[in-house]
């Protein structure tokens, strides 16, 4: 019997994988490839005619500002995303992947003054889908209860007070998590 490692949920890992040697890249050149290619500007900032902007809309779930900060949206990315993956396919998870850093960065851009990096609104949308795993037509599971409850009711609570966390692309996270679960998007 022979073992081998297999690439089983190719769009998280492909996420994690980029962003790691991003950040690798840019804590070990000094380039500031991160902050010049992979951070939605803020309101005021973000050029519509500059297709550098538009990129980062989808790019800013890839750059993280410092190891502690992909570790601690990649450690959840790497636990939900193979199962999420499993239940809708990678290409179906891919998608809401992108329209969800799509959403965060064009509301980020128009209504907020800071910049946005990272991949937080991402894992918020997957925490509220995994919720959704094993759900039937017809039922709001108690799980998706809870996570609303204890996770965006935090982020509510904490979007009232100063720090470096967009509180915004975690709670947009969780409702895109919350309507692809509704919704139930098919394994492709």
């Known amino acids: 019997m022979s073992?081998?490692?297999?690439?089983n949920a190719?769009?998280?890992?492909t996420i994690a994988l980029i962003a790691t040697i991003l950040v690798l890249i840019d804590q070990v050149s000094g380039s500031h490839l991160i902050p010049t290619y992979f951070m939605v500007p803020g309101r005021g900032l973000f050029n519509t005619s500059d297709p550098l902007d538009w990129m980062t809309l989808f790019t800013h779930i890839l750059g993280h500002s410092s190891w502690t900060h992909l570790l601690s949206n990649m450690a959840l990315m790497l636990l939900l995303g193979p199962i999420l993956e499993e239940k809708y396919g990678s290409v179906s998870l891919f998608f809401m992947i992108f329209i969800t850093a799509i959403v965060?960065?064009?509301l980020?851009?128009?209504?907020?003054?800071?910049?946005l990096l990272g991949a937080s609104g991402v894992v918020f949308m997957m925490i509220l889908l995994t919720s959704f795993t094993n759900n039937r037509n017809g039922e709001i599971p108690l799980t998706f209860i809870l996570i609303l409850i204890l996770y965006l009711a935090v982020e509510i609570i904490n979007a009232f007070s100063y720090d470096d966390i967009s509180q915004f692309a975690h709670i947009i996270g969780g409702v895109f998590g919350s309507?692809?679960?509704?919704?139930r998007p098919?394994?492709?």
């Not at 190719?10 to 890992?13: K, Y």
């Not at 980020?108 to 910049?115: D, E, G, M, Q």
């Open 179 to 183: 309507l692809f679960g509704f919704l």
């Open 3 to 7: 073992v081998k490692i297999k690439y």
């Open 104 to 106: 965060t960065g064009l």
């Open 186 to 188: 098919r394994k492709r």
């Open 10 to 13: 190719p769009a998280t890992l």
């Open 108 to 115: 980020n851009a128009f209504l907020f003054p800071t910049a």
